[in-house]
């Protein structure tokens, strides 16, 4: 953060240097002691600047963050993919055992009552009175029931669960999939821009060669203000580029450090060396798009379960078997009865309950109709997403060798404006060329290696794009 700050800081003395240089600059020639000035404001200039080149310099003395290392913090402590990986053991939860019915159920029950009455007792022996005495009764028992049958609804609903689980890992298997693209693309992003920095501060360093070189022939009398005023113009104009880019990579690092997890203000340099691994054919890449790619596979597990959702629906129109046991206890004890003061009983129950719902209105019928109709719907979308996957997978395919024929054709853009601008050099230095013919050889130089920097990570964006559709991705 105090680099920040100190870059900030950097930024506001260059906007007033320049003002001042172009209140130095709207004036008559140069006098001797203009010309003093102006080189005291350039060499607070290349002051500022030197201790802005010196943050960028602490930042790639920072330890290099591999891709593979990237990703595995990313797998570790990214928030979506801890997000998915809770919902796969909540999905795994539901499709317990314990969750089927396949189990028997166990209760025990106890109750007991005491009365305080007072009344009377008609028998055939006459009328009997009694006092008010306390009378109990009491019960208990331990049952068990299981469902021997109820028309395979019950093993069709536990495989509907087992498939939920496995299409709640497919999800997260996308989002593990699609969080891992996300991280190369911005990993990719910065290593773009730590090449663009080192670009611009190359041609940084050029342009006050220059700026030098004007001033020097000035005092010597071979050369004009005009030179210089175009120098300076140059390097104010690299000067701001190269701030911009800092800026650019410092908001980049925070966004990579999101994807990772942690803290965002943690600084890091990158690789950027590329490597294209993409050795399979487009006839291979296509069969494992339709064999492995996770949309596909998601369509699959959702067909799967449309079907386990008819057979299920259907288990209305059977019947449903049970057997319970119990071992049951029971007593009262009634000291103003008739006949009978007391008794208790206990001992072993076992049985068998049938029922059959034969007519449920027609709620069975409606919902292993509904049950279909999702199915026929399910095969239409598992339809479209076979063609869908199928265009980007040729799109994405032309995308990639388009990105490498680019990169190949840039690289030799690459060594032909290298070529102009080394020729064009020496041109300057011996005065056969203007200083914006020569400033014009070196913009196309920057354009040619920015061009080319940009055309190796679309290129391997397109390779990760091109894995992902073909369900290999996560390989790497």
């Given at each position: ?48 600047f ?14 290099v ?15 979506d ?28 029950i ?31 028992s ?35 999939e ?25 041609a ?28 300076e ?13 800092v800026?650019s ?10 994807i ?6 943690t600084?890091?340099?990158v ?10 054919s ?5 069969a ?14 959702q ?29 009262q ?22 029922s ?6 027609g709620t ?7 049950a279909?109709?999702a ?10 997403t ?36 080394e ?8 005065g ?12 196309n130089?920057?354009q040619a ?20 559709l ?7």
């Amino acid at each position: 953060m105090t680099r920040i700050r100190r870059m900030n800081t950097d930024f506001h003395n260059l906007k007033a240097l320049h003002a001042k240089t172009m209140i130095a600059a709207s004036g008559s020639p140069l006098k001797r002691g203009c010309r003093e000035t102006r080189r005291g404001i350039n060499f607070s200039l290349l002051l500022s600047f030197s201790l802005i080149l010196g943050a960028s310099t602490m930042a790639n003395a920072q330890e290099v963050l591999t891709r593979d290392e990237a990703m595995k913090l990313a797998l570790q402590h990214n928030y979506d993919i801890q997000v998915a990986q809770k919902n796969i053991e909540s999905a795994k939860n539901n499709s317990s055992i314990y969750n089927t019915g396949y189990l028997p159920t166990a209760n025990l029950i106890g109750s007991g009552q005491i009365t305080y009455n007072a009344g009377e007792n008609e028998t055939v022996q006459g009328t009997q009175s009694f006092d008010a005495a306390e009378a109990y009764n009491y019960n208990a028992s331990l049952g068990v029931n299981y469902v021997i049958f109820n028309g395979l609804g019950r093993m069709y609903n536990y495989k509907q669960l087992k498939e939920q689980h496995n299409l709640t890992e497919l999800q997260a298997k996308q989002i593990i999939e699609n969080t891992l693209l996300q991280l190369s693309n911005s990993y990719f992003e910065i290593a773009q821009l730590s090449e663009n920095i080192n670009i611009i501060k190359s041609a940084l360093d050029i342009s006050k060669t220059r700026l030098k070189r004007a001033q020097y022939g000035y005092e010597y009398g071979q050369g004009t203000q005009l030179n210089i005023l175009n120098a300076e113009v140059d390097v104010n104009n690299d000067s701001i580029n190269l701030l911009n880019g800092v800026q650019s990579l410092e908001n980049r690092k925070r966004s990579l450090n999101l994807i990772l997890g942690r803290a965002l203000d943690t600084d890091f340099a990158v690789d950027t060396n590329v490597v294209f691994q993409m050795a399979l054919s487009a006839e291979e890449i296509s069969a494992k798009a339709f064999e492995r790619n996770i949309q596909i596979e998601q369509t699959k597990s959702q067909l799967k379960n449309s079907e386990y959702a008819i057979k299920a629906s259907r288990a209305g129109w059977f019947p449903s078997l049970s057997a319970n046991a119990a071992y049951a206890y029971q007593g009262q004890d009634n000291p103003n009865g008739a006949f009978l003061l007391g008794n208790q009983s206990y001992g072993p129950q076992a049985g068998l309950s049938l029922s059959w719902n034969i007519f449920d209105g027609g709620t069975t019928k409606t919902r292993t109709q509904s049950a279909k109709i999702a199915l026929e719907t399910q095969k239409i979308q598992q339809e479209r997403t076979a063609f869908t996957v199928q265009r980007d997978v040729l799109n994405a395919l032309a995308t990639y060798e388009n990105a490498l024929f680019v990169l190949q054709a840039q690289q030799a853009n690459v060594f032909t404006a290298k070529r102009n601008f080394e020729r064009s050099n020496e041109m300057y230095k011996t005065g056969q060329i203007t200083s914006i013919e020569f400033r014009q050889a070196q913009l196309n130089l920057l354009q040619a290696q920015n061009n080319k920097s940009q055309a190796k990570y679309n290129a391997k964006n397109a390779e990760l794009q091109l894995k992902q559709l073909a369900g290999v991705l996560l390989e790497e």
